[in-house]
């Protein structure tokens, strides 16, 4: 290593400094170098790591935590495929097919991670051009979790536009990396959902399930619906009604959408959304590392829990009588716990903070879902408002520390 980094030094870099042939690309060739070396400056604004590793690092980590749910979500997404033609049966083990599955999932799976890591690295590129300043690391995470939350036929434009107005809208119009208010990745899905709801519903779950269907080799009991929007057309039906009877009879043991095949994710969703087991996994990668807040996990899977329970204590439709503890294993609750929710520029800042953030956005998610049909994603929603409502948070929990300093002050000097 050292040789490379003395053949950097001496013979490339001289090349894109000030005055170089290449000047104009040191931003490229910043963020290139740093990813081997650690670079030999210090951050001035925006996010800083009160830690051993840097910026860069630690959003490498991040994606190292979401490498289960893409794998499981890449199979997944051929698994659905070759159930809904027929290929395969939930009977055939899980095996079978296997490269043929892989195989379905990246095909479709990496042009949304180019399309998402091109035009995002590249916006980034020239406004760090722009502003004269090397290259922020933010977008190595945002890049990966916007594929990750689109369902697999979304089409391709779609993406671009979507991760162009996150970058310049959700980001660089607050001044880059650490100054944004609200999630990136979650800005890219709200815009897509809002600016083309019509195209972002329907048969858009599964692989080519619509022209399955209209060929005729749509197996039966298969359609392109997610849970959450099956759940969905169950609200203001009777709990006892035909339509509540035949929906939920796929939540039970032997549905489509059985607890363990909900946690498991072996059902239709977005591409790494599906799998609470996965998630879990990067869930630990992350709390390990120390770099996801457990606080915040914790207190939006209590919150979660909280608000599918007082549903179920009223029942008053057949999605509320759904168990809390399968409601959080549906939809992407748990996604947007485990690498949303977390977000350390958008969450709130202090311990009490956190507990306080992840509760309600726990508890705000279940109940959108559930109270409007039209957002049957309450996640997204719930989180964003969060976002918006963290600095709110701090400064109250802090203004709550100053008093409790200053009355416990005040009781020591009058009893000296």
């Not at 035009?119 to 977008?139: C, D, M, Q, T, Y």
């Not at 869930?283 to 007082?310: E, P, Q, V």
């Not at 311990?351 to 309600?360: C, H, V």
């Amino acid at each position: 290593m050292k040789a490379l980094h003395n053949f950097l030094e001496k013979k490339v870099k001289p090349n894109f400094v000030e005055g170089g042939k290449l000047s104009r690309f040191w931003v490229v060739y910043d963020s290139l170098e740093t990813f081997a070396f650690t670079p030999g400056h210090v951050t001035k604004k925006g996010a800083h790591i009160r830690d051993s590793i840097d910026l860069k690092r630690t959003m490498f980590l991040v994606i190292v935590a979401m490498v289960p749910a893409l794998l499981f979500g890449m199979w997944n997404v051929g698994h659905q495929y070759y159930l809904s033609i027929g290929e395969i049966t939930t009977a055939d083990p899980y095996s079978a097919m296997l490269w043929e599955k892989f195989q379905v999932g990246l095909v479709k799976t990496l042009p949304l991670i180019v399309v998402s890591y091109g035009v995002g690295l590249g916006i980034e590129f020239i406004f760090a051009g722009l502003r004269k300043h090397s290259i922020n690391e933010g977008f190595l995470v945002s890049g990966m979790l916007i594929p990750l939350i689109m369902p697999v036929d979304v089409p391709l434009w779609m993406v671009a536009v979507a991760t162009a107005f996150a970058v310049i809208i959700g980001k660089e119009v607050f001044g880059g990396t650490g100054m944004n208010i609200l999630n990136v990745a979650l800005t890219a899905r709200a815009f897509l959902f809002f600016a083309y709801p019509k195209q972002m519903s329907g048969e858009i779950w599964i692989h080519d399930v619509a022209a399955s269907a209209t060929n005729g080799m749509l197996a039966d009991g298969y359609t392109g619906a997610t849970a959450l929007g099956h759940l969905a057309n169950t609200v203001g039906k009777p709990v006892d009604g035909e339509v509540a009877g035949s929906v939920m009879g796929m939540f039970g043991d032997a549905g489509m959408y059985s607890f363990m095949d909900s946690f498991l994710g072996l059902i239709p969703g977005c591409i790494g959304e599906t799998s609470a087991l996965a998630i879990l996994i990067g869930a630990g990668i992350l709390i390990w590392t120390g770099i996801g807040s457990w606080r915040i996990m914790l207190s939006f899977l209590i919150g979660g829990l909280a608000m599918g329970a007082i549903f179920n204590a009223f029942g008053a439709n057949a999605y509320m009588t759904l168990p809390a503890v399968h409601q959080i294993v549906i939809g992407g609750f748990m996604f947007g716990m485990v690498f949303m929710a977390t977000d350390p520029v958008t969450a709130a800042q202090t311990n009490t903070g956190k507990l306080i953030y992840g509760f309600f956005g726990g508890f705000f998610s279940i109940m959108i879902r559930v109270f409007n049909p039209a957002y049957p994603e309450g996640v997204m929603m719930a989180i964003l408002f969060m976002n918006v409502m963290a600095p709110m948070i701090d400064h109250y929990v802090i203004q709550a520390n100053i008093k409790r300093r200053m009355k416990r002050t005040a009781l020591a000097t009058a009893a000296a």
